[in-house]
């Protein structure tokens, strides 16, 4: 979780940059591992999840959900510590 940044050739998020007129939003990143030697980056990342990393990803996502409302309220610092933790058994 990042408070804001640059779109780092991600063409999403340089889409969101143009739109809101620069990088001063909150960015929540969800890695999706790393592409089998002969799959292309371009595919892995746009390509269908397999079941596990699917699961892993909708696990992430109610973490991620689940945290934010019960911090956000005790502000951004804290927010952003419990979000990054990878002990999934924070909150």
Request: net charge negative; glycine share 12%; aromatic share 6%.
């Amino acid at each position: 979780m990042k408070p804001h940044g640059t779109s780092a050739g991600h063409n999403g998020l340089k889409s969101i940059d143009e739109v809101l007129g620069g990088g001063d939003y909150h960015r929540l990143a969800v890695g999706v591992g790393r592409p089998v030697l002969a799959q292309g980056v371009v595919d892995h990342v746009l390509g269908v999840f397999s079941q596990e990393d699917r699961l892993a990803v909708d696990i992430a996502l109610d973490r991620s959900a689940h945290l934010a409302n019960s911090f956000w309220r005790k502000g951004w610092e804290p927010l952003t510590h419990a979000l990054n933790q990878r002990d999934h058994d924070t909150a």
